[in-house]
């Protein structure tokens, strides 16, 4: 192996909301990469759109920072563990990882997963506690809790040769300071790039060699190029109109670069030719995927191919059959779904789709009910028109026989007050305790096994349960035995037994059944689910009825009629609150909840998991 110098290659990991996104921002504005002129954005790295409304990194991004004579390829990650596949693909592409540790939440699921991936790759890891200013911060007990995580995984990993002593650093992001020792002065983030371009992370290791190599590890569009591959070159040089071959899973391919493009700050800039070590953008060719390999066309050597971890939710999605289809979209055959499924496990290595029995239906597969909801909120902002079924995860059966299921850890940072709400309900969804820590005289640390589909729909009711005030995580573990039937949701639907504009009338007159989800002035049809019923079984109502005239006048007759309001429907929420006999309908401009069988007169209103057993 060869050395590369003035060249790091180092990604940011963390939990979800410990502060990547805004670390980043800070080493680009401090390290000179910005004109004092430009305008630059909150959290500039979240660039996508969905990113800037839900406030959370969706999708690994590179940028590059020049510090003390040394290029830095910076890559930020996402922290939610739905998109742990991103997390996977990035790693391919460094040589160190910045581990991020809230200072009061200390490491938490998705901390572990990360630094697990990190030590099976043998990638340098040093550790940074951020949030020092805040006024619960303890760094001390922090910084044990990760070293006696890297033990445990050391040793769950049989790592006998792994550097345990890694070097920790603080800092608080949102503040714009960094600092080797707790006690030393808090003016910027100097020591974290003094750090960075150090002895500690290599430069770039490749293989001996001229021959190019470079495993493609994720891709891109561009609107004058086409499509993009993206990757580390592992060995050789790449020039621009080059000839050479993508080593794929069925067959060999050669095409021409076309363009050759490194990272320059936010954005990229074109080269006639990038050196080994470097991470590129190539363009020139067509329907490249994941885990390829691009070599020289006189030495084609394949890489070995990246995998990552399998699905472990499952949703049905299907072409829209609901009574007001093709009024809002514009897209809405079952080619065309099939295409967007096409396009989105091509760009995701952590989804997979199937077709089912029934042609207008597909079965999509990923990590959790968010990447997924994120997945169809793009296709609806695209205008497509779909119906989505509750997720389901996805069952196994042993050697013996026996039927498994996948089983998550959850860690909820809750306030002490709300451990017997939060233990009850846990406990309908089979959830098991297997921790409890006072984290201080008003918090408290749970700890629960739970089966993967007993979180489905829970997070919203957690919210509710904690006032807002908890913070709820979770982690594969692996598959267990099945737990036996739980209801997808406790209360039944309210469902209108016929078509027509809704009325304030009926739905004032419909309260005492339960919570309405629908406004007055909408149109409905039957089999469409308009409110959430108090009992657990469905009912059939009239929603359009009007209230009849008559010539007779008191006083008090006309009431005004005022509704309670109406709870905002979101893709994700609605998932997770329908039950497996209903679909979510998705448009470019509604969601709408609604029965499998629309007609009243073809289903029950008992639910299937009440149903009494015949004797």
Request: glycine share 8%; charged share 25%.
């Given at each position: 192996?060869?050395?590369?110098?003035?060249?790091?290659?180092?990604?940011?990991?963390?939990?979800?909301?410990?502060?990547?996104?805004?670390?980043?921002?800070?080493?680009?504005?401090q390290s000179g990469s910005f004109d004092e002129r430009d305008q630059v954005a909150e959290r500039v790295m979240d660039s996508g759109e969905l990113e800037k409304e839900k406030g959370i990194t969706i999708t690994a991004k590179n940028?590059?920072?020049?510090?003390?004579?040394?290029?830095?390829?910076?890559?930020?990650?996402?922290?939610?563990?739905?998109?742990?596949?991103?997390?996977?693909?990035?790693?391919?592409?460094?040589?160190?990882?910045?581990?991020?540790?809230?200072?009061?939440?200390?490491?938490?699921?998705?901390?572990?997963?990360?630094?697990?991936?990190?030590?099976?790759?043998?990638?340098?890891?040093?550790?940074?506690?951020?949030?020092?200013?805040?006024?619960?911060?303890?760094?001390?007990?922090?910084?044990?809790?990760?070293?006696?995580?890297?033990?445990?995984?050391?040793?769950?990993?049989?790592?006998?040769?792994?550097?345990?002593?890694?070097?920790?650093?603080?800092?608080?992001?949102?503040?714009?300071?960094?600092?080797?020792?707790?006690?030393?002065?808090?003016?910027?983030?100097?020591?974290?790039?003094?750090?960075?371009?150090?002895?500690?992370?290599?430069?770039?290791?490749?293989?001996?060699?001229?021959?190019?190599?470079?495993?493609?590890?994720?891709?891109?569009?561009?609107?004058?190029?086409?499509?993009?591959?993206?990757?580390?070159?592992?060995?050789?040089?790449?020039?621009?109109?080059?000839?050479?071959?993508?080593?794929?899973?069925?067959?060999?391919?050669?095409?021409?670069?076309?363009?050759?493009?490194?990272?320059?700050?936010?954005?990229?800039?074109?080269?006639?030719?990038?050196?080994?070590?470097?991470?590129?953008?190539?363009?020139?060719?067509?329907?490249?995927?994941?885990?390829?390999?691009?070599?020289?066309?006189?030495?084609?050597?394949?890489?070995?191919?990246?995998?990552?971890?399998?699905?472990?939710?499952?949703?049905?999605?299907?072409?829209?059959?609901?009574?007001?289809?093709?009024?809002?979209?514009?897209?809405?055959?079952?080619?065309?779904?099939?295409?967007?499924?096409?396009?989105?496990?091509?760009?995701?290595?952590?989804?997979?789709?199937?077709?089912?029995?029934?042609?207008?239906?597909?079965?999509?597969?990923?990590?959790?009910?968010?990447?997924?909801?994120?997945?169809?909120?793009?296709?609806?902002?695209?205008?497509?028109?779909?119906?989505?079924?509750?997720?389901?995860?996805?069952?196994?059966?042993?050697?013996?026989?026996?039927?498994?299921?996948?089983?998550?850890?959850?860690?909820?940072?809750?306030?002490?007050?709300?451990?017997?709400?939060?233990?009850?309900?846990?406990?309908?969804?089979?959830?098991?305790?297997?921790?409890?820590?006072?984290?201080?005289?008003?918090?408290?640390?749970?700890?629960?096994?739970?089966?993967?589909?007993?979180?489905?729909?829970?997070?919203?009711?957690?919210?509710?349960?904690?006032?807002?005030?908890?913070?709820?995580?979770?982690?594969?573990?692996?598959?267990?035995?099945?737990?036996?039937?739980?209801?997808?949701?406790?209360?039944?639907?309210?469902?209108?037994?016929?078509?027509?504009?809704?009325?304030?009338?009926?739905?004032?007159?419909?309260?005492?059944?339960?919570?309405?989800?629908?406004?007055?002035?909408?149109?409905?049809?039957?089999?469409?689910?308009?409110?959430?019923?108090?009992?657990?079984?469905?009912?059939?109502?009239?929603?359009?009825?009007?209230?009849?005239?008559?010539?007779?006048?008191?006083?008090?007759?006309?009431?005004?009629?005022?509704?309670?309001?109406?709870?905002?429907?979101?893709?994700?929420?609605?998932?997770?609150?329908?039950?497996?006999?209903?679909?979510?309908?998705?448009?470019?401009?509604?969601?709408?909840?609604?029965?499998?069988?629309?007609?009243?007169?073809?289903?029950?209103?008992?639910?299937?998991?009440?149903?009494?057993?015949?004797?």
């Amino acid at each position: 192996m060869i050395e590369v110098s003035n060249l790091k290659n180092i990604a940011v990991v963390a939990h979800v909301d410990h502060g990547k996104t805004t670390l980043v921002d800070e080493l680009l504005k401090q390290s000179g990469s910005f004109d004092e002129r430009d305008q630059v954005a909150e959290r500039v790295m979240d660039s996508g759109e969905l990113e800037k409304e839900k406030g959370i990194t969706i999708t690994a991004k590179n940028c590059a920072i020049s510090w003390n004579g040394t290029k830095i390829n910076l890559l930020d990650t996402p922290g939610h563990a739905d998109f742990g596949g991103e997390v996977e693909r990035g790693l391919v592409m460094v040589d160190g990882i910045i581990l991020l540790v809230d200072a009061a939440e200390g490491p938490l699921p998705q901390t572990r997963f990360v630094m697990q991936k990190a030590m099976e790759k043998g990638l340098k890891i040093a550790l940074l506690i951020n949030k020092i200013d805040r006024s619960d911060a303890r760094p001390d007990e922090v910084k044990t809790e990760v070293e006696d995580l890297l033990l445990e995984l050391a040793a769950f990993l049989n790592l006998e040769d792994f550097d345990l002593d890694i070097p920790v650093l603080y800092s608080s992001a949102k503040e714009g300071w960094a600092a080797v020792k707790l006690q030393d002065a808090h003016e910027n983030m100097n020591p974290l790039l003094d750090f960075m371009t150090g002895d500690y992370f290599p430069h770039p290791q490749i293989a001996e060699g001229t021959d190019f190599q470079l495993l493609v590890a994720n891709l891109g569009y561009s609107n004058y190029q086409g499509e993009l591959l993206i990757g580390r070159i592992t060995r050789g040089t790449v020039k621009k109109h080059q000839t050479v071959t993508c080593i794929g899973e069925e067959k060999n391919k050669n095409f021409k670069v076309s363009s050759v493009q490194i990272y320059d700050t936010l954005g990229t800039v074109e080269v006639a030719e990038a050196p080994a070590g470097e991470i590129v953008i190539l363009a020139g060719m067509t329907m490249p995927m994941i885990g390829d390999t691009i070599t020289s066309v006189e030495k084609p050597d394949a890489l070995t191919r990246l995998v990552v971890d399998p699905p472990t939710v499952s949703v049905n999605v299907s072409v829209s059959t609901s009574p007001f289809s093709g009024q809002d979209g514009d897209y809405l055959t079952s080619r065309k779904l099939e295409e967007f499924l096409q396009e989105a496990t091509k760009i995701n290595v952590a989804l997979k789709y199937a077709p089912s029995e029934d042609p207008k239906i597909f079965k999509l597969k990923g990590r959790g009910e968010l990447q997924l909801a994120i997945v169809f909120e793009q296709w609806r902002r695209r205008g497509f028109e779909f119906m989505v079924s509750r997720p389901e995860v996805l069952f196994s059966t042993d050697d013996d026989g026996t039927k498994t299921e996948p089983y998550e850890r959850v860690v909820l940072d809750i306030p002490s007050n709300c451990a017997g709400a939060i233990t009850e309900k846990l406990a309908i969804r089979k959830g098991l305790m297997d921790s409890m820590i006072p984290l201080s005289d008003n918090r408290t640390r749970m700890e629960f096994i739970i089966p993967s589909r007993g979180l489905i729909g829970y997070r919203s009711t957690f919210l509710t349960d904690t006032r807002g005030e908890g913070v709820l995580s979770s982690e594969f573990v692996g598959y267990k035995p099945y737990a036996g039937q739980m209801l997808a949701r406790q209360n039944g639907s309210i469902i209108a037994d016929r078509g027509g504009k809704m009325t304030p009338y009926a739905l004032f007159n419909l309260l005492n059944n339960g919570e309405m989800l629908v406004v007055p002035g909408n149109n409905c049809y039957e089999g469409m689910i308009i409110g959430e019923h108090k009992k657990e079984n469905d009912t059939n109502v009239n929603a359009v009825r009007e209230k009849h005239l008559s010539s007779m006048r008191t006083a008090g007759k006309d009431v005004n009629i005022i509704l309670p309001p109406v709870r905002p429907i979101t893709l994700e929420w609605a998932m997770d609150w329908i039950d497996n006999d209903e679909w979510v309908e998705v448009t470019p401009l509604a969601l709408r909840l609604r029965k499998k069988v629309l007609k009243g007169n073809l289903r029950s209103v008992i639910r299937a998991d009440k149903k009494p057993k015949k004797s």
